[in-house]
């Protein structure tokens, strides 16, 4: 948004108000500020940003609604650190798998090799039979 044309000071305002519920006249000193805002670099994007964040703050009771005040969010270096820790992720994210440790499915069993675990399956139960066959009973 150009910050020279009224216009863009005029929408940014509208903006502000429409987030924060509140009804401010857009006199000099205010357009100022945002003209200030605007020629800073920052976008409205950033705006909603650090206004949904300061009002979740609130909310949480760790930020003062006199944070939302215009002459508080519009101190540049301030919305800067906001708009900065509103975008800092809080958890870490996990750290991808490797190929390698990811789990290989073995592939198909075929009926041979179905037939012969069977046969080892009967075979080791037959030897454990045997085993328990010869301990003596107490």
Request: proline share 9%.
């Amino acid at each position: 948004m150009d910050p020279n044309t009224p216009a863009a000071l005029q929408a940014t305002h509208e903006l502000y108000c429409q987030l924060t519920g509140q009804k401010l006249s857009l006199r000099f000193d205010r357009e100022r500020l945002w003209y200030e805002f605007l020629r800073a670099g920052f976008s409205t994007e950033d705006l909603k940003r650090v206004v949904a964040y300061l009002q979740k703050e609130i909310r949480a009771s760790r930020r003062n609604v006199g944070a939302l005040k215009l002459s508080n969010l519009l101190q540049l270096d301030r919305f800067e650190e906001d708009l900065n820790i509103s975008n800092v992720r809080l958890r870490s994210t996990p750290p991808p798998q490797s190929p390698r440790s990811t789990p290989i499915d073995p592939p198909p069993t075929t009926a041979a090799q179905l037939q012969n675990l069977r046969q080892e399956a009967k075979a080791a139960f037959a030897r454990l039979r045997a085993e328990l066959g010869k301990t003596p009973n107490p």
